[in-house]
Antibody, heavy 121, light 110 residues
Framework: EVQLVESGGGLVQPGGSLRLSCAASGFTFSSYWMSWVRQAPGKGLEWVANIKQDGSEKYYVDSVKGRFTISRDNAKNSLYLQMNSLRAEDTAVYYC??????????????WGQGTLVTVSS | SYVLTQPPSVSVAPGKTARITCGGN??????VHWYQQKPGQAPVLVIYYDSDRPSGIPERFSGSNSGNTATLTISRVEAGDEADYYCQVWDSSSDHPDWVFGGGTKLTVL
């Protein structure tokens, strides 16, 4: 059974940092592109970033470029999102999601349950 | 950047057909995926590559895509279909490709 379990969310002050993790199981993690998607309270879905199987390609939404870094450790079947210089508008539930073997084609067929990040003083 | 436009809300009586649109410039040339999200839950894929259904999704869910509009159709709507629905495409037209979601449509079953 495919499982994605996020962790690392919490309350952080504006300008602070947080590192999210996503533990994957039930599939060959190293064979898939992976993404982070967020959802602000009461708002819609917003794609944040994705990463190729070997980490050699990464893409980000403009609003997080230069502040967030996506990475992965295939030996640990884990996906990460390092978030720096956090702003109030980064407050959201962050989901990790599995894409397919190829960038920009396959849908997000599995999602984690999400972890809440709150940026507030 | 590429923009997907969805109606904020759609209402339908039980047993009737709901159609949720997703508008975008020449969206017919892209592959569209659709997700269902119920309150407090993660999104679930209901239609991929315009019209394919994942296993476990009822045949009542179907999709189409042509021109500037993609459509998610839910036939014989049930109370359990009440949820938010999002369309999604991959936009590779700029120098920084990215995934784009529509703003979401709240389906209300009357």
């Amino acid at each position: 059974e495919v499982q994605l379990v996020e962790s690392g969310g919490g309350l952080v002050q504006p300008g602070g940092s947080l590192r999210l993790s996503c533990a994957a199981s039930g599939f060959t993690f190293s064979s898939y592109w992976m993404s982070w998607v967020r959802q602000a309270p009461g708002k819609g879905l917003e794609w944040v970033a994705n990463i190729k199987q070997d980490g050699s390609e990464k893409y980000y939404v403009d609003s997080v470029k230069g502040r967030f870094t996506i990475s992965r450790d295939n030996a640990k079947n884990s996906l990460y999102l390092q978030m720096n210089s956090l702003r109030a508008e980064d407050t959201a539930v962050y989901y990790c999601a599995r894409e397919g073997p190829f960038a920009g084609s396959d849908p997000f067929d599995y999602w984690g349950q999400g972890t809440l990040v709150t940026v507030s003083s | 950047s590429y923009v997907l436009t969805q109606p904020p809300s759609v209402s339908v009586a039980p047993g009737k057909t709901a159609r949720i649109t997703c508008g975008g410039n020449n969206i017919g040339s892209k592959s569209v995926h659709w997700y269902q999200q119920k309150p407090g839950q993660a999104p679930v894929l209901v239609i991929y590559y315009d019209s394919d259904r994942p296993s476990g999704i009822p045949e009542r869910f179907s999709g189409s895509n042509s021109g500037n509009t993609a459509t998610l159709t839910i036939s014989r709507v049930e109370a359990g279909d009440e949820a938010d629905y999002y369309c999604q495409v991959w936009d590779s037209s700029s120098d920084h490709p990215d995934w784009v979601f529509g703003g979401g449509t709240k389906l209300t079953v009357l």
